[in-house]
């Protein structure tokens, strides 16, 4: 867990968890801070039986500070880690000057056109990337029309000139793997609510970072709490879409 230690050992600050949210699709952490600080992950839960309960401490993590939180993005009990990496993206501080107000498939599409690119996870744009790009590859776990299974990755991820891995690979400790198959001159984007917007990224070899920063916490925890997807949070206005690029 290279990279997961590497940034767990960037954080700078530390706060009181104010309150823990997983929801049926986002996990929410909230921060004792003025103002309040708010991360997202992706909730997720294991397949083919992981290890039981899903989670140690259920109503006993509050008692955690937030540092000791994210520390749970280590774990092996996936939806532990969940709440993990939204702890770790509500420690973040992050200079808004360097970030941009960009969608990822912005940036897919000015690098990708005419070019062959392949796809970690089904996002909504693919249709899109599909039409613009060379070649187009979707890599995913439950593939659908036009997709192929994630275990083809040791065959695709090397032909590929620009590469997006959905942030929750670093959830589920695939990073490092999907990272390793993609050539030195290949772009990556990291992307996704889950993605955490550090330049430590760029260490490791992600070209850019397309995250999110959630600037109204209680807009988007009650829209979390009755099943929102993330494009009807998004809607809901609670949220920016940032994306930083490294220079």
Do not use: Y
């Given at each position: ?135 187009c ?14 275990e ?13 891995l ?12 999907l ?15 889950s ?27 009650r829209?979390?709490?009755?099943g ?7 809607r ?7 994306t930083?690029?490294?220079?």
């Amino acid at each position: 867990m290279k990279s997961i230690n590497m940034l767990l050992n960037c954080l700078e600050m530390d706060a009181p968890v104010r309150q823990i949210l997983v929801g049926a699709f986002w996990t929410a952490v909230l921060l004792d801070t003025e103002p309040v600080a708010c991360g997202l992950a992706s909730t997720l839960r294991a397949e083919g039986g992981g290890p039981w309960p899903p989670v140690t401490e259920p109503g006993r993590l509050q008692q955690r500070s937030g540092r000791q939180l994210a520390e749970l993005l280590r774990s092996g009990r996936i939806l532990e880690a969940s709440i993990g990496m939204a702890a770790f993206n509500a420690l973040l501080e992050i200079d808004e000057s360097a970030l941009t107000e960009l969608n990822a498939d912005e940036i897919i599409l000015e690098r990708g056109t005419g070019r062959r690119v392949a796809i970690v996870g089904h996002f909504p744009f693919i249709d899109r990337v599909r039409a613009a790009a060379a070649e187009c590859w979707v890599l995913e776990r439950h593939p659908g029309d036009g997709d192929l299974p994630a275990e083809q990755a040791a065959e695709v991820l090397p032909q590929a000139d620009v590469v997006a891995l959905t942030g929750t690979s670093l959830i589920n400790h695939t990073f490092e793997e999907l990272l390793a198959l993609c050539r030195p001159d290949a772009f990556v984007l990291l992307l996704g609510p889950s993605a955490p917007l550090t330049a430590r990224l760029f260490d490791l070899g992600v070209n850019a970072i397309s995250g999110t920063r959630v600037h109204d916490p209680e807009l988007v925890l009650r829209s979390l709490s009755q099943g929102a997807t993330f494009r009807q949070i998004k809607r809901g206005g609670g949220l920016r879409l940032l994306t930083w690029v490294k220079s």
